[in-house]
């Protein structure tokens, strides 16, 4: 009861000798008791090789009898080029599957590039609509005069045109298609007013809070650019931390 199975073959892969493990006489060597194998098929002779990967034993290629027999070094010396092809194909087999991951990474990249091209596109054209409808709600305006219920209407146009342009800015940004614009900013209100886009790539298992230091000096930055190490800061953050 309790006697684990393969304790032969587990000796080879835990000592990992570069010789194949030859032990005879099973019945009364203490691999008896510690391998149940032994007395459930009658094995009188082992010999086993390690097989390898990435450095370490992960395996064993054996042999095994139910008589005595004296192993010439020629069987061990073929056994071990059997376990070493083995351990060359293993070799082989985890080199294509890391360079299928590599190549199926490159290609999400690329993907991704396209998204950001298209995204970059399709962000110039849309600036350009909101320029146009803004410039035409300032025209009315200046029309109608300020005292006009109806350009309190086209104000709204123009700020909420506003707010669109600011986002096709980040997008723009993202997609790197945007020239880099340096300003002088206020860091704290950059990231404070950022927050609420960034909490749109936070799931409701995490919790996003701003803690702004004070005092805080200006900085001569591209705010697209600093929106940008936000997002991939947060996005970063958020991918270690899946369980919330």
């Known amino acids: 009861e309790g006697v684990p199975e393969g304790q032969l073959c587990y000796a080879v892969i ?29 094995l009188q002779t082992y010999l086993g ?18 008589q005595d027999r004296a192993l010439s070094a020629e069987d061990r010396s073929i ?74 209407d086209l104000q709204q146009i123009c700020d909420l045109s506003a707010r669109g342009a600011g986002l096709t800015k980040q997008l723009l940004s993202f997609s790197r298609k945007r020239p880099i614009d340096p300003t002088v900013i206020d860091l704290n209100a950059l990231v404070e007013k950022s927050a609420a886009m960034l909490r749109q790539v936070v799931p409701e298992t995490l919790r996003l809070r701003f803690e702004a230091a004070q005092p805080l000096g200006s900085i001569l930055a591209d705010p697209g650019q600093i929106e940008q190490i936000l997002v991939n800061l947060v996005i970063n953050a958020r991918d270690a931390m899946p369980e919330g």
């Open 14 to 42: 835990q000592e990992d000798k570069r010789e194949p493990l030859l032990v005879t006489d099973l019945q009364h060597s203490p691999y008896a008791t510690s391998d149940r194998n032994v007395a459930k098929y009658g």
């Open 49 to 66: 090789a390690a097989v390898r990967k990435g450095g370490r034993a992960i395996g064993t290629l054996c042999v095994v009898y139910r």
């Open 79 to 152: 056994l071990s080029l059997l376990a070493n092809a083995i351990s060359v194909e293993e070799e082989r087999r985890a080199a294509a599957e890391a360079l299928q991951r590599s190549e199926d990474a490159f290609r999400q990249v690329k993907r991704l590039e396209a998204v950001g091209q298209l995204a970059g596109g399709i962000a110039h054209e849309f600036n350009n609509l909101l320029m146009g409808i803004s410039g035409m709600a300032q025209l009315a305006q200046l029309e109608l005069g300020p005292s006009s219920k109806t350009a309190e």
